[in-house]
């Protein structure tokens, strides 16, 4: 084998031995994005899990608001009709 030949030959296999290096390093790049994601993600899931477990337990529905609301109102009703008896004239 020549002189060219062999610096032929190993600048071929420094290239690819650069190649496998530089996949390697791009490999552990993604797999530490990859991961740093992944609990990312559960962190968000838990908290989305929180979130809702307050909402279950806060939340009023529609019809018990409406509900309430009426009571509400005809305790006021009931008040005034209070009130105004204690302007009506006495006979």
Known sequence: MSEGQLLTLL???LAVASSVIAIGIWV???S??????????HQLAE????????VA???APKAQLTDMKADIMAAI??????????????V
Do not use: C, M
């Open 28 to 30: 552990g790049r993604v």
């Open 11 to 13: 600048a071929g296999a």
């Open 77 to 90: 009703h009931a008040l005034g009709e209070r009130i105004d008896r204690l302007f009506q004239p006495r």
């Open 47 to 54: 908290k989305l899990a929180a979130f809702q477990i307050e």
């Open 32 to 41: 530490t994005r990859a991961d740093s994601a992944n609990r990312r993600s």
């Open 57 to 59: 337990r806060d939340y």
